[in-house]
């Protein structure tokens, strides 16, 4: 449980800490999109240095990312080995035991793996550098134009910034119970097919009657201090859009145009 | 079960930005059929140290001896199932890990994940339930309908039914009533003198630690700064104060006797009973003037 990095904030004081939510949430949905473009090494070493420079300005230390991939790694090596076998284009490079591969597959295996493992790294980024509360503000904030359209931002805002913070809660609560229950001779790691769904249930279970418990005594709560949605509420923290945002934007309005030149 | 830390270390998170050293230099000695409580702040390492009694957390430097289990830093460790049938854990609120149907099917869990047959285990949980003085009648009840000390109850029935060696306790009695309290403390007690378990205590009650154990650790920010019999723990009352903890109350009577009077008590009074016999004393001699 200790190694998983994706939905954790890494306190810091850089430069992409210091960026407003808003210009993050905007890179990671434009990113989303560019990461289209790429379809050739010179667009994709453009991507990656992009990545690369980002994760370098947040002053995450690089082993750390690494390590937080590691979950996903398998579905990257997947990705690859799939595209690999099934892509039947360009020259046979070797053939055995009836599996030919194809260059053009080892290629299109290794782009495809590559902007995978980039999508990851940058949204992965944006929860490292940005606490819960930043993202829910940003992501009201550039949704409230929906606001005229009868979309309930604000509690959409907040039924995602409420998920956010019990997500390390939750964790921790499994963490919790997992030793508990291999306290009680409970293997979860190995062991046959119909012991481990047991071993399942013996976590599930309590997992979820604490969070229900949770859920409830958090509307309590709420109810309690008056809560009563967005209606006259105001902020404590306001966002504030600097220059340095801007220029952020259109950096990245630049990478988009430089892509879409570069593509073949 | 003889148990042994050699200059223990554990560190979580370790090479992350969240590292964080939770003990370290631990070195101490528990004799089988001892009675250890282990007291401190929140945040000083107790619960740490607790999960290194049965493998959860294996130290990140030193070694640990579990009677015939030797865990060392840097090797990761396999085959720990018969160590946590003889080390049973009740952790904070074991409540919490309930999950079965029945009370009856709960308490069976542990035993029969260590091997037990069910038909054995099913005879026995009567005897369990009595053991934590539960009414026969809540065996084919839902745990979840019961009242949160019931729930306590089974849950703990549920570690003593794996019949460890050495039970760890962390905060078994936090959040009960008071005679809950007292009932549940005796029974630990009487487990320790009838079936010779030994048992670890980590608790915030000082009375407690003062009644019940034979020895007591104090640990203070990740390591281990005290260590002796109640009467020399509770014999410093500003030592202890000065580390943040409470002194039994009994302690603090007993010392504000001594200061209005201008005498000095032979032993530390650690239980009421002994507050009792040390007034008597003290008044047969004021009579016999």
Redesign the interface.
């Known amino acids: 449980m200790n190694g998983m990095i994706i939905g954790k904030y890494v306190p810091g004081d850089s430069f992409i800490h210091r960026l407003d939510p808003r210009t993050k949430l905007l890179l990671m949905f434009i990113y989303v999109f560019i990461v289209f473009l790429a379809n050739n090494g010179w667009t994709y070493g453009i991507l990656t240095l992009f990545t690369c420079l980002l994760l370098f300005l947040s002053r995450i230390p690089f082993s750390f990312m690494i390590r937080g991939l590691k979950p996903v790694l398998w579905v990257i090596v997947f990705t690859f080995f799939l595209h690999v076998l099934l892509t039947k284009e360009g020259h046979i490079v070797f053939q055995w035991l009836g599996i030919e591969v194809y260059d053009k597959a080892i290629q299109q295996g290794a782009f495809i793996s590559l902007r995978f493992l980039l999508l990851i790294v940058v949204t992965t980024l944006l929860t490292l550098t940005t606490t819960p509360i930043e993202v829910t503000d940003g992501m009201e904030s550039l949704l409230s134009p929906l606001k005229k359209w009868n979309v309930p931002v604000h509690e959409l805002a907040l039924m995602m910034s409420i998920s956010l913070r019990f997500i390390p809660t939750l964790m921790e609560e499994t963490e919790k119970i997992m030793k508990a229950q291999t306290a009680r001779g409970v293997d979860f790691s190995s062991g046959p097919l119909q012991e481990r769904m047991k071993a399942m249930t013996a976590l599930l279970v309590p997992l979820f009657i604490s969070a229900f418990k949770r859920a409830e005594e958090l509307a309590v709560a709420m109810e309690v201090r008056g809560y009563r949605g967005s209606q006259n509420r105001t902020k404590w923290r306001e966002l504030t859009w600097g220059r340095i945002d801007t220029a952020f934007m259109l950096f990245i309005g630049l990478l988009a145009i430089a892509l879409w030149l570069l593509r073949s | 079960m003889d148990i042994v830390f050699r200059d223990v270390e554990h560190r979580?998170?370790i090479?992350?930005?969240?590292e964080k050293r939770a003990l370290y230099d631990i070195h101490v000695d528990i004799r089988s059929g001892s009675y250890v409580a282990v007291i401190g702040h929140t945040g000083s390492g107790k619960s740490t140290l607790l999960?290194h009694f049965?493998g959860?957390l294996q130290p990140t430097k030193g070694t640990v001896h579990l009677g015939d289990y030797t865990i060392v830093a840097g090797k990761k460790e396999k085959h720990l199932?018969p160590l946590?049938?003889k080390?049973?854990?009740v952790?904070q609120f074991?409540e919490?890990?309930?999950?079965e149907e029945t009370v009856e099917k709960d308490i069976c869990?542990?035993p029969m994940?260590?091997g037990m047959s069910e038909q054995e285990a099913k005879a026995r949980v009567g005897e369990w339930l009595a053991l934590v003085g539960l009414p026969e009648e809540v065996r084919h009840k839902s745990p979840?309908a019961l009242s949160g000390g019931q729930m306590r109850r089974v849950a703990i029935a549920?570690?003593l039914a794996?019949e460890p060696e050495v039970l760890v306790l962390d905060e078994p009695t936090a959040g009960l009533d008071p005679r809950g309290r007292k009932e549940m403390m005796d029974m630990f007690a009487n487990l320790q003198r009838q079936k010779k378990m030994t048992i670890v205590l980590v608790t915030h009650s000082m009375e407690e630690a003062a009644r019940y154990a034979d020895d007591i650790i104090i640990m203070h920010r990740g390591t281990i700064v005290r260590r002796g019999t109640p009467e020399q723990i509770f014999r410093n009352v500003d030592d202890l104060i000065h580390l943040g903890l409470d002194v039994p109350e009994t302690v603090l009577f007993q010392r504000a006797i001594e200061q209005k009077f201008g005498i000095q008590f032979p032993e530390p009074c650690l239980t009421i009973e002994d507050v009792e016999r040390s007034l008597q004393t003290l008044f047969t001699r004021v009579k016999r003037i």
Do not use: A, D, E
């Open positions: 979580y998170q090479n992350t930005p969240f999960q049965n959860l199932k946590r049938k080390v049973g854990i952790f074991p919490h890990q309930l999950f869990f542990g994940n260590f979840f549920g570690v794996m």
